[in-house]
């Protein structure tokens, strides 16, 4: 592990702190490509325009038109957190301008991902006039031509890349379709039906057909949870996205179902922060997709009174709770896999016990500790076919490797589909070595050479007179996320004590100049040396309402 301190301009830094931005700050964001004080401008006027989405005027007339017939519209969602905020967007706002609107998500062990020919069979039996797919759907080909073939229009609004064919639609809003020049190609899925919906309220507005004036801000913090919790690019245009709806939270105005799930974890949402997003609410929603229904997941986010949010939040809390179980077994099982590897580079693992819903979950943990992209796989519960969930490292587009993989070995992936840092496919059982083999060599091709390189990227050291409690709550208080990282400083420390707490972490009394700190290494019993080059992070340890300063220890050379 290499320890290194990321690059910035000078003279950004310093227009940054000419501009009134703390020191700590200043220095942070100006490595982060932040170059003034403007770009931190988060204002809902300055949010980049509905018009520049390909296809968002004609899926607001769409739209429009179905709400004056009196049309019945069916939202098909996604199990995961950007799909329950996105669907919960749609039906709040498609209510309040009058529209007949329900929802459908696809049971993730029979039916899988997308808009599927049999999931259109099962939504046919509502009588719906039209589809409305959320963060899925761009794929969907067959499942669009089903859904014509029985007289039902799709609307789909999507964020993932798609395949050479896009769906025979009725209309498609995708910023990364073909011709589309939205500014921001990292919308999430809940970022395109917030924006279709903006654009759906001024479409009414013109026809003199909104009974009411529909406050689009009150759906902020569902977008800013399913920006946060899919881990997509923090550019500015998300940034703001999730400013507004942090705000909206702290200030006691967001939904009932988000407090609630905070709330369940011992969380105050007065205090939200953006990792409260990422890690808090965020895997207590997916709970209900990986381990059952994620219908549970949207009624928390639709449920208008706290005491039907509390009680949502507290079953979601509770499949949370199963979910690490099933975690921790399935990683104890990952981690003796990789003992016995004859082989670093293996990035593909499978073992017929594990559960399809926690997958991606031990991807990701094993892409942590392998420094490689990983794929894991599950069976499915139709049989002879694996599922399989990949997360990636930067510096690999994961969508366009699976992409290869499958141009290589026609029939080989049955399915596949996601972004640059994460994605799903479906094989065969029998087609696992094969897949392995197959993306290994794929691997090979196009991980960089530097990409290979096990670095941690800091912001430096930080000064003595800045591991205070109040630059923590300044950090803490900012908006972090994938491509705009939490700051992580490093610096080198006597280590004068360190001890197991909790059965799987080190607190652990650190020196350096004089001065004492007290820190926490999580999740890790590694002991450290009497001498150690750390990068940490610079935390608030919050015991019984007594609110202290802490480094939390991420990686050390």
Same mark, same amino acid.
């Given at each position: ?11 950004? =830094?310093?227009?940054?702190?000419a ?15 932040i170059?003034?004080a ?6 809902? @006027?300055?949010?980049?325009?509905? $018009?520049?989405l ?26 995961? @957190? ?13 209510r ?6 329900? +929802? ?16 259109v ?13 959320v963060?899925?759907g761009?794929?969907s ?12 229009? !799709? ?26 020049s939205?500014?921001?190609?990292a ?19 013109r =026809? ?34 999730v400013?507004q709806?942090?705000k909206?939270?702290?200030?006691g ?19 939200a922060?953006?990792?409260d ?17 994620? $219908?549970l ?8 009174d ?12 509770r ?16 981690? $003796? ?54 997360? $990636?490292?930067?510096?690999?587009h ?10 290589r ?8 589909g ?5 994605a %799903? ?8 070595s ?7 060599? @794929? ?16 912001? %430096? ?40 707490v ?21 999740? @890790? ?10 990068? +940490? ?10 609110? !202290? ?9």
């Open positions: 592990m290499k320890i290194i301190e990321r690059t910035f301009a000078a003279a950004d =830094r310093d227009a940054l702190l501009g009134g931005i703390h020191p700590v700050l200043a220095r942070v964001y100006a490595g982060r490509s170059r003034n403007k770009d931190l401008a988060y204002d809902p @006027a300055l949010l980049h325009q509905p $018009s520049l390909k296809g968002v005027e004609d899926a607001a007339r769409l739209l429009a038109d179905a709400i004056a017939a009196k049309k019945r519209l069916l939202i098909v969602a996604d199990y995961d @957190a950007d799909g329950a905020t996105a669907c919960a967007v749609g039906l709040r706002a498609l309040a301008f009058g529209a007949e609107v329900d +929802y459908l998500v696809p049971d993730r062990f029979k039916l899988g991902y997308g808009l599927s020919p049999e999931l069979e099962i939504a046919a039996q509502r009588k719906p006039d039209l589809l409305i797919t963060d899925n761009i794929a080909v067959e499942g669009v031509a089903r859904a014509a073939a029985l007289g039902i229009g !799709t609307l789909i609004t999507d964020h993932h890349l798609p395949g050479d064919t896009l769906p025979a639609a009725s209309c498609i809003v995708n910023p990364n379709q073909p011709g589309c939205f500014p921001s190609k919308l999430a899925g809940v970022g395109v039906m917030f924006y279709v919906m903006l654009a759906l309220r001024a479409e009414l507005r =026809r003199n057909s909104l009974n009411r004036d529909v406050n689009m801000g009150s759906l902020t913090d569902l977008v800013a949870l399913g920006t946060i919790a899919d881990v997509v690019p923090l550019d500015a245009n998300n940034r703001n996205l400013s709806g942090l909206r939270l702290r200030a105005r967001g939904q009932h179902g988000i407090a609630a799930l905070l709330r369940a974890a011992g969380r105050n949402p007065a205090e922060s953006s990792f997003f990422g890690f808090i609410a965020g895997p207590r929603l997916n709970a209900a997709g990986r381990l059952a229904d994620m $219908s997941g949207i009624e928390c986010l639709l449920a208008d706290e005491a039907r949010a509390m009680n949502c939040a507290q079953q979601l809390d499949l949370n709770r199963d979910r690490k179980k099933i975690e921790a077994d399935m990683l104890e099982q990952a981690v $003796s896999f990789l003992k016995n590897l004859s082989s670093e580079n293996q990035s593909s693992f499978f073992a017929p016990e594990w559960h399809e819903g926690v997958v991606g979950i031990i991807a990701a943990r094993l892409k942590d500790r392998l420094h490689r992209p990983v794929v894991c796989f599950a069976r499915a519960a139709d049989g002879g076919l694996l599922k399989g969930s990949g997360r $990636s490292i930067a510096g690999l994961l969508r366009d490797c699976l992409d290869l993989v499958s141009k070995a026609p029939g080989l992936i049955v399915r596949f996601g972004h640059a840092m994460a %799903g496919l479906t094989i065969a059982e029998s087609g696992y094969r897949f392995a083999e197959a993306f290994e060599r @794929a691997l090979e091709e196009m991980l960089p050479a530097e990409a290979r390189l096990r670095t941690v990227e800091t912001d %430096g050291a930080l000064e003595p007179a800045h591991r205070t409690l109040a630059v923590a709550q300044l950090l803490e208080a900012q908006i972090w996320g994938q491509g705009f990282p939490q700051p992580l400083f490093c610096d080198t420390f006597a280590v004068e004590s360190q001890r197991v909790g059965e799987k972490h080190l607190k652990l009394l650190l020196a350096k100049d004089g001065r004492r700190i007290e820190a926490m290494r999580f999740g @890790a019993l590694q002991p450290l040396p009497a001498q150690v080059r750390a990068a +940490y992070r610079l935390g608030v340890n919050d015991f019984n309402g007594m609110k !202290t300063v802490q480094l939390n220890v991420e990686h050390f050379e």
